[in-house]
């Protein structure tokens, strides 16, 4: 048996993002937009695209053993997994980067005025957000009565 109390239905309930004039932003904050592609799609994509960046790392590392060049990273080089791995790796990497482009010049945010009830569209970056604790000190179930009627 459990000898500690359930916790308290209000207090486990999250509180929206506002910014410090108090209007609450509405969908997604950009990490929430980018982190599933960057997590899931994009290593797929690098998996499928790996041999022409291992075989990229191959014909870098033949240059450089023709040069004369034959020390620990040329050494490394030498399994196809360790060139397949790695190409994997720098191309997740390239698009990782090349999505967070889109997304960070593309940005609309949409702010919610609670008391005039209206939705404002700004292009750009959000603004500031209040202090956490600003945030959390009333509770969700009032601010949405207070929006919805």
């Given at each position: 048996?459990?000898?500690?109390?359930?916790?308290?239905?209000?207090?486990?309930?999250?509180?929206?993002?506002?910014?410090?004039?108090?209007?609450?932003?509405?969908?997604?904050?950009?990490?929430?937009?980018?982190?599933?592609?960057?997590?899931?799609?994009?290593?797929?994509?690098?998996?499928?695209?790996?041999?022409?960046?291992?075989?990229?790392?191959?014909?870098?590392?033949?240059?450089?053993?023709?040069?004369?060049?034959?020390?620990?990273?040329?050494q490394l080089l030498s399994p196809a997994w360790t060139r397949l791995l790695l190409g994997?790796?720098?191309?997740?990497?390239?698009?990782?980067?090349?999505?967070?482009?889109?997304?960070?010049?593309?940005?609309?945010?949409?702010?919610?005025?609670?008391?005039?009830?209206?939705?404002?569209?700004?292009?750009?970056?959000?603004?500031?957000?209040?202090?956490?604790?600003?945030?959390?000190?009333?509770?969700?179930?009032?601010?949405?009565?207070?929006?919805?009627?």
């Open positions: 048996m459990s000898t500690t109390p359930p916790p308290d239905p209000a207090a486990t309930v999250p509180a929206p993002r506002r910014t410090r004039g108090g209007e609450v932003l509405v969908g997604p904050s950009v990490r929430g937009r980018y982190l599933p592609g960057a997590l899931i799609g994009l290593p797929l994509v690098s998996l499928l695209l790996s041999p022409f960046a291992g075989a990229g790392f191959q014909q870098w590392r033949i240059s450089r053993l023709r040069d004369g060049h034959d020390g620990l990273l040329e994997a790796l720098a191309l997740w990497a390239l698009f990782a980067l090349w999505a967070l482009v889109p997304l960070l010049l593309t940005r609309t945010v949409v702010l919610l005025d609670e008391q005039s009830r209206t939705l404002r569209l700004r292009k750009g970056r959000a603004p500031a957000t209040a202090p956490r604790s600003a945030r959390s000190s009333t509770r969700w179930g009032r601010r949405c009565a207070a929006v919805s009627g």
